[in-house]
């Protein structure tokens, strides 16, 4: 848990707010997603490895990224995204909930989100009640009660450790 977590308010929201959307979505009544974004740098994670020849790695100078907003299905675990190389803005989850609207679910949509400023303007909150979609705000220094944490974390170690795999093989 993050260091500056309220565990009291947490536990409230998980028992308050989480937990029942989830129960309804388990029962089949609702459509719960977790959306966060993630940033991939296209740029070498440089480490320390024993080698019995010394290797140098060229490196591209500059730092492009790739990001990539999504929307995790709490039951299905099917994952919605938008992604682009410049940033995530209001714009980005607009086109995110246009495309979870487009599901025709037929059923109550909940999203749960952190408190990025661009997920929480005018734009979004007016979007999001024309599309009839529920947004839930975590609370704050919560990244524990957000699921799509756990996939962007497994990406980023699999593409790692890929990438050392790779270096490894080509030497």
Excluded at 15 to 30: F, H, V
Excluded at 149 to 162: A, D
Aim: contains cysteine.
């Amino acid at each position: 848990m993050p260091a500056k977590a309220d565990p009291e308010k947490q536990a409230q929201y998980l028992k308050e707010t989480l937990q029942p959307r989830l129960d309804e979505a388990k029962a089949g009544i609702r459509a719960v997603f977790f959306v966060d974004a993630a940033h991939f740098v296209l740029a070498p994670f440089l480490g320390f490895l024993w080698s019995v020849t010394r290797l140098f790695i060229r490196a591209p100078a500059g730092r492009q990224r790739f990001n990539v907003l999504g929307a995790l299905n709490a039951i299905t675990h099917e994952l919605i995204s938008v992604a682009n190389g410049s940033y995530i803005t209001a714009q980005e989850v607009c086109e995110l909930l246009h495309l979870l609207a487009a599901q025709k679910l037929e059923m109550p949509i909940t999203l749960f989100l952190d408190n990025a400023r661009y997920q929480k303007c005018a734009l979004v909150m007016s979007t999001a009640e024309l599309l009839q979609i529920e947004l839930c705000f975590l609370p704050t220094y919560s990244p524990n009660l957000n699921l799509i944490e756990r996939l962007w974390r497994f990406v980023k170690k699999g593409v790692l450790i890929l990438g050392i795999l790779l270096q490894l093989h080509t030497v």
